[in-house]
C-alpha cells in the first residue's frame, strides 16, 4: 500500500483579524504553504474545512471561490463542513484522496471567522452543531460542557480548583508560541476570580473562539522529498457515536503511542474535554490526568485554550503544529526527541473524533 505524507504547512496567527475577511485569511494560509516549500508540486485538489462560513459568513461554495483566487482553478476542490471536526474530517479527506491515487498532491486549506460578529451570533452559529431540540431551545455548547464538568467532579470526587492546572499549563505553553492568541500567563488566584459562564465552568475553562487560517500539503510517497525531514501519516482513526455524559463514556479511540518520544495535540474545548480524551485515549488514569500532564509532551501550541479555536481550521492547526514540531522547526516550546505526533480533533461535545498518528 502506498504511502501518504505531509509535506508543507503553514498558520496564520490566532487573532481577532478585523482587516482580513474570510477569503483574505485562507489566502493568507496559502501564501505561508508557498514560501516554505520551495518546490511546490501541481497540486491535484483543493479541500476546504469550513464550519461555520455558511451561516455566519453566508458564504457558500468556499473551496472553489479560494481555489480561482488562488489560481488553482480547474482542480478538484470541495468544502467539508462537520463542525469542530471539520479539519480532521478534510485531512482525512486528503488522505484518501491520495491513498487511492486518485492524487498526488492535495491541499487542506482550514478556515473561519468569529471577530466580525457578537458573541449572541457566534453562540448561535456554534450551538447549531447541537441536535436540533436542543439547539431550538437555546441549549448551547458550553452548558454541555458543564454537565460533563459535573460529571467528572462527582465521579472522581474532585473540585473545580482540579482543573485549574489545565488552563495554567496551556497559558504557560502559548507564552512561548507567536502563532497563539492569549500569549499570557495565568494563576490559580487568576482563574478562580474568573467569571463562572455555566456553573461550574469559568472563563479560563473555555477555550476563545477567534479568526485563524491553517493550511497543509498532503502528498504521495513520489513527492515524499519535498519535505526534508519526511513525516507520514502512519495511521488514522475514525469515531463518532452519542456520548454518555452521566457515565463518561464517549467515543474516542485508545492511542498505541509512546508518550515519552510522541507531541500530542488534543481538542480541549473546555478543560474537563481534555481530562476526558486524555484518559479515554489511555494517555492518563482515570481521574487523574490533569495532575499528570508532566509525563506528557501534549499541546505544546497552548491547545485551543491559549492559542485559540478558530472553529473549522482547528484540525489542520493541530496538524500543522505536529508536523512542525517533528520536522524541529516550531517557533514555541519544543518537544525535545519525539519521533511520533498524535493528534485528535473533536467536535465540542466529543460526538465524532479523528485520531492521526504522525510519524517522522
Known sequence: MSKVYVTGASMVPVNRHYDMSLLDLANSSLMGIRKTVEDLPEIDAVVVSNAYGQKLESQSMLSYKISRRAGLSGKVSMTVEQGDASGGASIFTAYSLVKSGVAKNVLVIGVDKFSDFPSKFVNDAVSSTLDEISYQEGVTTSSYGALMMKSYMRKYNVSEDYFYDWAIRMHSNAVENPYAYLRFPVDREVIAKSQEVSTPMRLFDIAPRADGASALLVSSEDYSKISEVPVEIDSIDFSSGEPSISSLEFPIKRANVNPDRTVIEISD????????????????????????????NVNYSGGLKARGYPGGATGVYQAAEVYIQLIGEFPGRKAKEAEEGLVLNTDD???TSFLFHFKR
Open 349 to 351: 461535545v466529543l460526538r
Open 269 to 296: 474545548t473546555f478543560s474537563v474535554s481534555a481530562a476526558i480524551e486524555l484518559e479515554a485515549m489511555g494517555l492518563a488514569e482515570r481521574g487523574k490526568s490533569i495532575k499528570s500532564l508532566d509525563q506528557l
